[in-house]
C-alpha cells in the first residue's frame, strides 16, 4: 500500500528547503485575501508556513499553546487580528499596508 503525501506535506517540504521563498509566498497570499477576501485559504498559508518554522516555537513565542495555534489556524479558525500580527512577527514578518493602485477612494 502506498503512503501519499497531502499537497499542505510537500508545500512543507518546499518551504523548508527554500526558506527564500517564503516571504514572496506570503505576500502572495495576502494579496489573494485582499482581493477575494478567502480567510481560509490564507490561514492554510499561514498554516503552512508555521508548519515550517515549527508549530511549538511560535507557539510558545506567542504565548499560545500548540493547540491554540493550531485551531487558530484551522480551516475554521478565526483568530483576531492581534492574533496574526503575533503570529506573523513570530514568523519574522509584520503586517504593513499597502496602497491599492487605481483606487476609487
Do not use: C, W
Not at 478567502?38 to 508555521?50: G, Q
Not at 499560545?64 to 480551516?75: C, D, E, F, I, N
Request: glycine content about 6%; cysteine-free.
Amino acid at each position: 500500500m502506498h503512503s501519499y503525501r497531502t499537497l499542505d506535506d510537500v508545500t512543507v517540504e518546499y518551504f523548508a528547503q527554500h526558506p527564500e521563498e517564503i516571504e514572496s509566498y506570503l505576500n502572495e497570499r495576502f494579496a489573494e485575501y485582499a482581493v477575494d477576501g478567502d480567510a481560509a485559504a490564507l490561514l492554510a498559508a499561514l498554516r503552512v508556513i508555521a508548519r515550517v518554522k515549527g508549530i511549538s516555537s511560535l507557539a510558545e513565542a506567542i504565548g499560545m499553546t500548540r493547540q491554540g495555534l493550531q485551531k487558530a489556524l484551522s480551516a475554521k479558525g478565526n483568530p483576531r487580528l492581534d492574533t496574526i500580527n503575533a503570529i506573523m512577527r513570530a514568523m519574522g514578518y509584520q503586517l504593513l499596508p499597502h496602497r491599492i493602485e487605481n483606487s476609487a477612494v
